[in-house]
């Protein structure tokens, strides 16, 4: 992916929580895409339509997210 994914904000589409796989969408190469999405911190959960941000970054679709701050 040409322009780096860490500290982009993304909306939650599918329930982020522990032992689960969500998804979010994040806006990159002029559009918006989804990734699979897992909680930086293992006790977070995150419901849709929480305001995240990437944290980490696992090529090809996957990221690690944290509550957006503010």
Known sequence: MGEPLI??????TGRIGPGLVG????PVRG???AF???PSDPRDEFTPGTIVVV???HPPRTVYV???LG
Not at 7 to 12: D, L, Q
Not at 23 to 26: Q, S
């Open 7 to 12: 500290g982009k904000e993304g909306r939650v």
């Open 23 to 26: 998804e979010v969408m994040i």
């Open 31 to 33: 559009g918006v895409e």
């Open 36 to 38: 699979y999405a897992h």
């Open 55 to 57: 944290v980490e970054y």
């Open 66 to 68: 944290a509550q957006a």
